[in-house]
């Protein structure tokens, strides 16, 4: 009888304590910057972007939008949903840059469908009135190829096809897209990242 009851007592006191592991862990997701919320380590950064193509689904008569067609300029590469309430977030600050910025610095802007249906995203896209490419992407594979687990995700891809900074994860602020821009042109003064770096 006892032992019945040390066990019951020992149960208690481990589901205690898992309940206060995890109620802690949500505190301290909860409660991270923004910096500490987008910080992110790729094993692309040094790397080949990997390539894609397909139509856009804003403009499907168009020709199709190739990041192999894009050499030689900055193109940012921004994974999202229409269900998304942080894309919802971020997009103001997308089109703020897109206008302001990335004409001037001959950046590009092409955002990727992420789970999302195609309907849903392309309308989601004119309400807001973002006036770039986006590329539907079934079963995933671009996702895939960039390691995307959750949008929004944001890469940015240098002239010469390589991703030397670290893509922002979470909502995207015109600050953070021109961050990354001036960091990948300073490394593309001096070098950039070694592969893996």
């Known amino acids: 009888m ?7 007592h020992t149960t208690r006191w481990v589901a205690g304590a898992v309940l206060l592991v995890l ?22 950064v040094g790397r080949m972007a990997p390539m894609f193509s397909g139509a856009d689904i804003q403009h499907p008569d168009a020709a199709p939008v190739s990041l192999r067609a894009l050499r030689g300029r ?18 103001p600050d ?4 897109y206008y302001q910025k990335a004409a001037r610095d001959r950046a590009d802007l092409i955002s990727v469908v992420f789970h999302d249906e195609v309907a849903s995203a392309e309308n989601f896209l ?9 590329l539907n992407d079934p079963g995933g594979t671009i996702a895939e190829d960039y390691g995307v687990t959750g949008p929004p995700t944001t890469f940015l891809v240098d002239p010469d096809g390589r991703i030397t900074v670290p893509p ?22 001096h070098g950039g990242p070694s592969p893996g770096a």
């Open 2 to 8: 006892k032992d019945r009851g040390r066990r019951r």
């Open 23 to 44: 109620a802690t862990v949500g505190v301290v997701l909860a409660t991270r910057t923004p910096q500490e919320a987008t910080a992110v380590q790729s094993p692309l």
């Open 74 to 91: 900055y193109v940012f590469l921004n994974f999202f949903a229409s269900w998304c309430g942080p894309c919802q977030q971020e997009t």
């Open 94 to 97: 997308l089109i703020t840059f």
């Open 126 to 134: 004119k309400t807001q009135g973002a006036p770039w490419p986006a």
């Open 168 to 189: 922002e994860t979470g909502p995207a602020t015109q600050a953070d897209l021109q961050s990354m821009l001036a960091q990948a042109q300073k490394l593309a003064r």
